[in-house]
């Protein structure tokens, strides 16, 4: 296998499209297979029809010349089965040999299907092949057939083992319907399909060749179309091409009473990532142009409706550019909470490298922010102190000592917390000390222990004075003399009151001299 070809396990139900029934996918099981659940022995009573039963799915069949059968291209295919005694054999391209049939166990492939035997074809040659089951039921030996896996590839064009998958919902923008949605045309089940993404599907009952679905998509290694097989599911059409390569599957997801909800209606590996596909599903098959299923569970049956109903697409893809390492085999299947399979694509490297990437941007926005901020600040041709709001920002208030120098410089600005307006910096509980405030000059200066008898109006301790880099290059706002003796008259009164007055005026507004 090509070194871009990434090989992946595709679990299949019973109820997907892609498994071709014979005589018959929904009839008696005499004559053919029906679907049943394990835990729901009796048919669904009239009216009921069509809802999910319980325990794990099967088909099963007491016919004795029954198959089923998978057309796929890759390296092995896995039958999951409970033969109840009856005959069977299993071939690929009529080799029986490529076979090895042995118990289920625990933890192999058929671990979650309730299947007691397991039949297992693999390093098979990567191409086209076809699988075939073949029993010899009887009234005494039911068989029954509880779905399988298939290994195919994912075309990563020179990508890591990762393999990622993308999920395109039935509400998808993407996909065009015709001849449009709404009543009569292509429906919408809003909530109310069970086992489906997103509890939504979108179908239609009006059995046409024009009546289509389809997709366009590029970068794609690998692809399935799931869809939603419930009471009134039959006959699909599912054509793919790109240039002058094409694929057509015509098959059928009867479920004879049951519903199951979302199965695989198309699977194929190998795709090219550089080409762009056309993917068109059609409610009509080329093989059954009359819709004639075979409708005789009961003699008098009403035949049912014709619908199709997609799910949605998904698409696969290598994760990251080729490194030297070992291949491995990827479980594929639906996005979380969904049947039929399981992904095990690792985003981790993904995630890592999207959230490294977006904080280093954002420490280098935040570093240019900042200087741009520091820069503004040293270039701010006046400072401007609250004047009556209700809240304020401690350095809006902080005390600040000028120059030794007769030229008062603009005090440094604070980016302190807020507190509340009547709150007085100068003051402080139990005799606690006084905070510090944290000013765009990184320079910590302590608030000032005042009192009324340790402090003039223009005296301050020569250990408690401290000089901003601004203040030093005698830059700043300078005040006039009747502005300078307003501030001061106002300390002093504060000072005499002993700041307890939640009633004082705020300090007189500044004016550049």
Known sequence: MSSGLI??????SPFAGVWLYKPWRQARDDIGWNASYANSPNWPPPGEQGVLGQGQPYFRTRNDAAQVSLNFQGTGVV???????????ASVDGNANAFQTSD??????????????????????FKDHTAVLR???????????????????VNTAGFTSNVVDRWLDDRDPGFSFVPGTGTNNWDRGDGKAQNAQNSTVTFTCAWSHERTASYTFTGAGAAVLWGYAYLDTHDYQVEVTSDSWSDKVMSDMSTTGWSYG???????????????????????NDDNTGCQGYQELKPNETKRWCCTALD??????????????????????????????????????????????????????????FLSRRKQDRNTPQWDPPRGKETHTIGSVTAWVPPSSDTPSSPPTSTGYSHPHDFDPWQHLNGSAPPTTILSSHAIIPHPT?????????????????????????????????????????????INTGGNSTSATLPPPYRAS
């Open 7 to 12: 090989p992946h396990d595709f679990d299949l």
């Open 450 to 494: 005042v009192t009324p008898s340790n402090i003039s109006p223009r005296q301050v301790s020569s250990s408690s004075q401290q000089t901003t880099p601004a203040a030093a290059a005698g830059e700043g706002i300078r005040l006039g003399d009747s502005d300078m003796r307003r501030v001061l008259s106002y300390v002093r009164r504060q």
């Open 135 to 153: 029993m010899a039921a009887s009234a005494d030996h039911e068989f029954r057939f509880m779905g399988g896996r298939m290994t195919t590839a």
């Open 79 to 89: 039958f999951c089965f409970t033969s109840n005694g009856a005959q069977f054999v």
């Open 312 to 369: 949605g697409l998904q698409l696969f893809s290598g994760e990251l550019p080729l490194s030297t390492g070992s291949e491995s085999s990827q479980t594929a299947g639906p996005p979380p909470a969904s049947a039929g399979g399981k992904s095990s694509a690792n985003l981790g490297a993904i995630l890592g490298g999207v959230f490294g990437g977006l904080a280093l941007v954002a420490a280098i926005v935040v570093l240019v922010l």
């Open 104 to 125: 289920a166990t625990a933890d192999g492939p058929c671990r979650d299907t309730g299947a007691q035997q397991i039949a297992t074809a693999s390093n098979l040659d």
């Open 262 to 284: 979302r199965s695989p209606m198309w699977v194929r590996g190998n795709l090219d990532p550089a080409r762009t596909y056309a993917l068109t599903l059609r409610n009509y």
